[in-house]
């Protein structure tokens, strides 16, 4: 699909004005000049990559369950966010294990709307005296 009007960044990461074209839900061609839907103006980006939060809307990973997992997951979709990683805390082994397992859960299920889990901040300190 084609668009036009847009403000993007090019290649040298400078604003500029002009057309795309999206295949497959990947941006396929940038140009001066496309036909296509009018953007009016709006800016385009590429999906962000959310590299360390705690939480959001009400839910912290730590203490939350699988579908406060989700609706993390999805307020970050609604944020321009497409993928994450979720940081624990310095806490219990159980309390880690806990979160660690229930974030693995999430990995591997289809979770339609969500931002995509890439992976696990593990604040420290990590630290065995033996």
Known sequence: MDFKNAIYLNEDFKLVQGGFSVEGGLFTRFADC?????????????GLVDIHL????????MN??????CEIAKYQVGQG???????SLTAAEQSLSRAYSMAAE?????????ATLRGITMEGPFLLPD
């Open 106 to 114: 999430f990995q591997y299920e289809d979770r339609h709307g969500c």
């Open 81 to 87: 966010v497409t993928s994450f990683s979720i940081a």
């Open 54 to 61: 705690h939480g959001a809307v009400g839910y912290d990973f």
């Open 34 to 46: 496309c036909g296509g839907r009018d953007m009016q103006g709006l800016y385009v980006f590429p």
């Open 64 to 69: 939350c369950d699988l579908s406060g997992l």
